[in-house]
């Protein structure tokens, strides 16, 4: 088995893909929006879209943390093969 490790600065992350997993649709999200669905943009099922912006907001500002400050955050995932 090859595990395959991906680092991602918080300064690549553009915003929040969001795929519904009733109908499978997906949108993003830009990291600056300030008006997100409450519903799925398909099939209307709820989704948390205030709760998604509160995250959106909080990766923002560990950004600008990591800026001004003497560290850096990386989100790390692996791949296994």
């Known amino acids: 088995m090859t595990k395959t490790t991906y680092i991602t600065r918080l300064e690549e992350i553009k915003g929040l893909k969001v795929v519904c997993k009733k109908c499978g649709a997906n949108w993003f999200i830009p990291s600056t929006a300030n008006n997100l669905p409450e519903e799925c943009i398909s099939c209307k099922v709820k989704i948390p879209g205030k709760e998604l912006w509160k995250l959106a907001n909080k990766i923002n500002e560990l950004i ?12 790390e995932t692996d791949f296994e093969k």
Request: hydrophobic letters at 40%; aromatic letters at 16%; a neutral charge.
């Open 64 to 75: 600008t943390l990591s800026k001004s400050g003497d560290f850096g955050i990386v989100f």
